[in-house]
């Protein structure tokens, strides 16, 4: 994405919009939560508050450029849209977010819609468990 996308999807090019887009582009985590976004912006010398990550979030997200996603940890994430269709499993202890896809549970999905007549017009699934990683920390 790139300040095209911004002026496409309704929003002003500045200079936060770029700083906090390009974090989520280039983040090997595809799910960052504000604080998450304000390190990095901090490690790389940005100077962005975190009043304004909310505010540029939240007009992201109303403009179709991320998702929130709330886990029940209770902290918000956001990722960028666009991306195919995924599910997510969440570890409950550290709070790791593993993005899975599969056409099985899908196409069940539709059919479970289907036999109550519901039309789906969107849905998201979280797993919760411990990660591998947490499992041998037990």
Request: proline share 1%; aromatic share 8%; net charge negative.
């Amino acid at each position: 994405m790139d300040a095209e996308d911004l002026k496409s999807a309704g929003l002003k090019v500045t200079l936060p919009r770029l700083k906090i887009l390009e974090v989520l582009e280039n983040s090997p985590n595809h799910h960052l939560s504000v604080e998450d976004i304000y390190r990095v912006l901090i490690e790389h010398h940005e100077e962005v508050g975190i009043a304004t990550i909310y505010r540029v979030l939240s007009q992201f997200e109303e403009s179709g450029i991320v998702h929130k996603l709330n886990f029940e940890n209770n902290q918000a994430v956001y990722e960028l849209c666009g991306v195919e269709h995924h599910d997510h499993l969440v570890c409950v202890k550290c709070n790791t977010i593993i993005e899975f896809q599969d056409d099985i549970i899908e196409q069940h999905q539709l059919q479970i819609a289907k036999k109550h007549g519901f039309e789906l017009t969107d849905h998201s699934l979280y797993l919760y468990g411990l990660c591998k990683d947490c499992q041998k920390a037990y």
